[in-house]
């Protein structure tokens, strides 16, 4: 299979840029949705390690400022980690579908789950994501099978390795920081969310599962903040 670009940037010439950091078992297609007077810059996979040299890299050669950032799940880790160690300041920031953190049983689980069948333990992933049927119907029609031959079991297990060392116990301090969650998920439930200190009013969607980027309850809460 050929090696695929791990970034994307579609330049508006517009005054703001949009990052936009994927899930885990995920990349930027999830975000194609998400259009408007602004610049975006897709990230589609995080190499283990190499994932704040790469974006910093990747910033220092593109004229894309000012910044903001939109991190899902996996990429709501990303983002704060990008938050607390960048030297670049962010103007806005969304986070969807974040955790305090997974526990290392859980992940290992999931580990044996991707050895013995990967594309089988995925689609009962992607399923789960998404609440209720309709939800997944789209994801399945518009992402699911792409995704399956775009993420081999390597790279799966090593972006899921990158998930292990991360956690958000503290949000680092913003003055435009939005967090989204679906009062559905069963993925990270909303309940977690108690868990991280310094979160003011995050916005729970009460109909949306993990999967939340095409709900139109989240379209309608993102739009005014992009």
Request: positive net charge; glycine residues 6%.
């Amino acid at each position: 299979m050929p090696s695929q670009p791990w970034f994307d940037f579609h330049n508006q010439n517009a005054d703001l840029t949009w990052i936009f950091l994927p899930g885990w078992g995920m990349d930027g297609r999830i975000f194609s949705h998400l259009q408007g007077p602004f610049n975006r810059l897709i990230i589609h996979h995080f190499r283990k390690g190499h994932y704040l040299s790469d974006i910093d890299t990747l910033l220092s050669t593109l004229p894309i400022t000012p910044l903001s950032l939109c991190g899902y799940s996996l990429g709501g880790f990303i983002a704060v980690a990008l938050l607390n160690q960048m030297k670049q300041s962010f103007q806005k920031v969304v986070l969807a579908g974040i955790a305090p953190s997974y526990p290392l049983e859980r992940l290992r689980t999931i580990h044996k789950h991707l050895e013995k069948n990967h594309r089988a333990y995925m689609k009962q992933f992607y399923k789960a994501a998404c609440h209720g049927s309709n939800a997944y119907a789209l994801f399945k029609s518009q992402f699911q099978d792409a995704l399956l031959e775009r993420f081999s079991k390597d790279q799966l297990q090593d972006s899921l390795s990158l998930l292990g060392t991360l956690d958000i116990h503290t949000l680092p301090k913003h003055p435009n920081l939005h967090v989204i969650h679906g009062a559905k998920d069963i993925i990270c439930e909303a309940n977690q969310l108690r868990r991280i200190s310094g979160l003011r009013n995050p916005k729970i969607i009460p109909t949306t599962g993990h999967f939340l980027l095409h709900e139109p309850d989240f379209i309608n809460v993102i739009q005014p903040i992009t």
